[in-house]
């Protein structure tokens, strides 16, 4: 054990040297807000491992955007819920819930990884003997001991070190850099569930895709996801920098900023002569959509903004199809018309995050380079706070984004 830290907080130590404390951007309830004041470069303890857990240092983390709700602690205060739900004794929260890195150690249970190992980390985090994956169920979100690492769990990648569990371990792909290693997981393999984990609504050669925020985290990795399975991704960007990078991935694409009828029904667009109102006001939206795609609906809509945009994702997805969400980005309490949904058969799905072995496949499309892990910006660790204010103004560079870390000072 070292108890020094060295004043740059982008140097690891010595592999197999593991020091007292580490710096990492931490968030305070105090500071809670505005990323830009929610995060701080602060000296911590590196954290101890229990004999299911993993050190690893961090060479590169991903940037995502639970980062912005952890900083707002709204509308959870994750300190606090880690507190009454874990017993965490910590009053403050590294978070981060991708990354790439070193094994610097490992608990005395621990066998698929040992020290020195190079690994990219998958976000989700479970108890060993979770009752419910005992019993031979998936390790999905319903696992009661489920938490998504980094976000609801302490010890996250926006550190020195992060503590993880061995089954969050996967081998890093070789071709990448640490930081694209970094940047590809927790986004990635979330599309790659909603598109192609919920049969029969399975992406299908021909089949229109309807993607909100394609140059998003989500959005990118969907837009190639669709494309490998044959299908024609039509994204929606808010600006046409964001609709130049969607087509450079080989969608078509829409702006949202072009429409105006986004948000939620008013209770006063279905009464007796004015219901018609939601539907003529939504209509130039679908025109333009149909004339995308030659009159084709999408056979899968992936949602995430929610309140804003799910009236129009109902409407728009075709009979039969399926519109999907993991998020409710810009509010929770979407509205639908549920004759759109019930006279087409139409489903509406949840879905949250992915299997270890989803992780494992996505992770082999990634390396063997039949999908990209669409980097396009790298911040420095001190930019922290910046970049997540970046996300939460939707300022954000397309695609996927890293912080530098131990990378920033190459070691072999
Ligand atoms: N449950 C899960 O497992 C899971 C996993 C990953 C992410 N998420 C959640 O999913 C959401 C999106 O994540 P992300 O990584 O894709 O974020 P992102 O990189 O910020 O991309 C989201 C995109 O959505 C678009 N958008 C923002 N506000 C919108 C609105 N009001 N209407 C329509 N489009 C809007 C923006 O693009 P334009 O402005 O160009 O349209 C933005 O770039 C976040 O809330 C995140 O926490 C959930």
């Known amino acids: 054990m070292n108890m020094s830290t060295n004043e740059d907080p982008c140097i690891l130590p010595p592999l197999g040297v ?9 968030i305070r309830r105090e500071r809670y807000g505005d990323p830009r004041q929610a995060f701080a470069m602060e000296q911590v303890p590196v954290p101890a491992l229990a004999k299911d857990e993993v050190l690893v240092g961090v060479m590169a983390a991903g940037l995502n ?11 959870v205060d994750l300190i606090g819920l880690m507190q ?3 017993g965490s004794t910590l009053d403050y929260h590294v978070i981060g819930s991708d990354c790439s890195g070193i094994v610097y150690a490992v608990g005395s249970a621990v066998r698929n990884v040992k020290v020195g190992d190079e690994v990219v980390v998958q976000a989700g985090w479970l108890e060993e003997d979770d009752p419910w994956v005992m019993r031979g169920q998936p390790d999905t979100a319903l696992a009661p001991s489920g938490r998504a690492w980094g976000f609801e769990t302490n010890h996250g990648s926006f550190a020195q070190f992060c503590k993880v569990k061995g089954r969050q371990c996967l081998p890093k792909p070789a071709r990448l850099t640490w930081e694209e290693a970094a940047v590809f997981m927790l986004s990635g393999v979330t599309s790659y569930c909603m598109l192609y984990k919920y049969p029969p609504n399975t992406v299908k050669p021909g089949d229109v895709v309807l993607i909100w925020g394609g140059s998003g985290g989500l959005g990118a990795a969907a837009i190639q996801l669709v494309r490998m399975g044959g299908g024609i991704p039509v994204a929606v960007v808010s600006t046409p920098e964001r609709a130049a990078y969607c087509q450079s991935l ?3 694409t829409l702006n949202r900023s072009d429409f105006s009828h986004w948000g939620a029904i008013a209770d006063e667009a279905v009464l007796p002569g004015t219901q018609d109102a939601w539907m003529k006001a939504i209509r130039p939206f679908e025109k333009a959509l149909k004339e995308l795609t030659g009159g084709k609906m999408p056979a899968i809509v992936l949602e995430h903004p929610g309140q804003d945009t799910m009236p129009t994702s109902i409407r728009v997805c075709a009979g039969d199809g399926m519109v999907i969400t993991c998020a409710g980005t810009s ?6 018309d549920l ?3 019930w006279l087409r058969r139409k489903r509406l799905q949840g879905s949250h995050y992915a299997e270890l072995d989803h992780c494992r496949e996505y992770t082999e499309l990634v390396a063997n380079g039949t999908l990209s892990p669409l ?4 911040y420095t660790f001190e930019e922290v706070p910046l970049a997540v204010q970046c996300m939460a103004d939707n300022l954000h560079p397309p695609g996927n984004s890293a912080i530098r870390i131990g990378a920033a000072h190459p070691r072999r």
């Open 339 to 341: 004759r759109y949904l």
């Open 331 to 336: 509010g929770y309490l979407a509205s639908l």
């Open 18 to 26: 593991v020091p007292e404390m580490m710096w990492a951007q931490t």
């Open 84 to 86: 009454q739900r874990d």
């Open 250 to 252: 080989g969608a078509l």
């Open 375 to 378: 980097l396009s910006h790298t």
């Open 65 to 75: 955007y639970n980062a912005v709700w952890a900083a707002r602690g709204y509308p």
